[in-house]
């Protein structure tokens, strides 16, 4: 006799609507973290959203599972970046975009940055980094950095980006933007 499969104890992908809805509570929960910062209350999403708290806490048991969702988005996010960067022809310019993409990033999520950088792991972003690195080297060999700038070095810079966004005020993007032009200039070929 073969057993009865208990549609309850089978896995399903989630229905179409209910990853609809994880994308409209992610968006909202990104808007009211900037905002508010990790500390708003799941109402707040939940009324941003347009759905019922219910809604949401049946697809994230609470805000610490919200908060790792938006933070494997985040991990996503930079890892495209940096694959974008490495695909620019120029490798000074794709570095440059790619920096200036990392503190607008760090700018939008300011006051949540680093409850999402808690939930990071190492090994989660080590593609990125590997991809980092690359871009740096590319940099180095068209003669746009200095022969003895490493990947290391823009690993600290780009953490550095994240120390000066959040010592600015809001709305406030020239001291990161100037941080990093000053950098570069150090960082360049023919200092």
Do not use: C
């Not at 973290?33 to 994230?60: D, K, N």
């Not at 908060?67 to 996503?76: G, K, N, P």
């Not at 120029?90 to 607008?104: I, K, Q, S, T």
């Not at 290391?152 to 000066?164: C, F, N, R, T």
């Amino acid at each position: 006799m073969t057993p009865r499969t208990n549609s309850s104890n089978t896995s399903r992908a989630p229905r179409r609507d209910a990853l609809r809805n994880d994308a409209i509570v992610i968006n909202a929960a990104r808007a009211v973290f900037a905002e508010q910062g990790p500390q708003a209350s799941m109402e707040s999403i939940a009324s941003r959203a347009g759905l019922g708290v219910g809604t949401i806490y049946r697809r994230f048991s609470g805000k610490d599972a919200l908060l790792d969702a938006i933070a494997r988005l985040f991990v996503e996010e930079i890892d495209r970046a940096a694959e974008a960067a490495l695909a620019d022809p120029d490798p000074g310019a794709g570095l440059e975009w790619f920096l200036d993409f990392v503190g607008a990033f760090n700018a939008e999520k300011r006051r949540y940055a680093a409850a999402l950088a808690d939930r990071v792991s190492g090994d989660e972003v080590s593609e990125t980094m590997d991809r980092v690195r690359q871009l740096t080297q590319n940099a180095v060999d068209a003669g746009y950095l200095a022969p003895d700038v490493t990947g290391e070095d823009i690993k600290a810079l780009i953490i550095a980006i994240g120390g000066v966004v959040a010592a600015a005020p809001d709305e406030d993007d020239a001291p990161w933007r100037r941080f990093v032009r000053i950098h570069l200039t150090g960082l360049r070929a023919g200092r």
